[in-house]
């Protein structure tokens, strides 16, 4: 498995811990539908969540969240769009950015961006 990857991965599965503790209840993880994806979608309270995860392991390039395009959030937008298209009970959507930054393994910190317009 490439290092990204890996890095991706373990980051997810600290954003789903994070999560969880912070009353989210998991839907699903890596939706996909055609060629785009988003990492995790969760419920908490009347709202359906999309939330794109950005990990990194050191600042050399920048924060984790800084990385988001603008095309990444307009692909999550789609996706969100097809979810919905396919789970019409869904009235209320909310996208989040979860920011997750390890240093030598361990979590140095985790940000939550709530309720990203773009």
């Keep these: ?29 890596n939706w996909r539908f055609r060629h785009w994806e988003v990492d995790i979608i969760a419920t908490k309270g009347r709202f359906l969540h999309f939330i794109e995860v950005k990990t990194r392991k050191s600042l050399r390039y920048g924060r984790p969240e800084e990385s988001i395009t603008r095309d990444k959030m307009s692909n999550l ?30 979590v140095k910190e985790i940000f939550m961006i709530e309720d990203v317009y773009f």
Excluded: C, S
């Design 1 to 29: 498995m490439n290092n990204n990857k890996a890095t991706g991965d373990k980051g997810e599965e600290i954003a789903a811990v994070y999560l969880v503790k912070n009353g989210y209840k998991m839907v699903e993880r």
């Design 77 to 106: 937008k789609n996706v969100a769009e097809e979810y919905q298209y396919q789970h019409p009970e869904w009235k209320y959507i909310q996208f989040d950015v979860l920011a997750i930054t390890l240093i030598n393994e361990e």
